[in-house]
């Protein structure tokens, strides 16, 4: 068990850059974290852990989705002054 922990350690370390970066993909592994978790199986050092990382997954999530919520209200006011423009 110890092995695999250590492996997830250095992925919370190597989460891939923006580019390579896909929602997701960082969602379904939070959701094979829980379900790890839910199973009961884990060592409670292990558990914490495995949160840990779960919630980097998630700030990663966040953040991009504010980024692209930001992008959206850019390009709705973009096309609201368009339409103003437009206007007869």
């Excluded at 379904?28 to 978790?37: F, Q, S, W």
Aim: charged residues 30%; contains cysteine; hydrophobic residues 35%.
């Amino acid at each position: 068990m110890n092995k695999q922990n250590n492996s997830k350690n250095t992925q919370i370390n190597n989460i891939p850059n923006q580019a390579n970066w896909n929602y997701e993909t960082t969602v379904a592994k939070v959701e094979e974290i829980i379900n790890k978790i839910e199973s009961g199986k884990m060592e409670l050092a292990d558990v914490f852990d495995e949160f840990a990382a779960a919630t980097e997954y998630l700030r990663h999530c966040e953040k991009f989705l504010a980024e692209r919520q930001q992008q959206m209200d850019v390009f709705i006011e973009t096309l609201e002054k368009d339409a103003e423009n437009l206007s007869f």
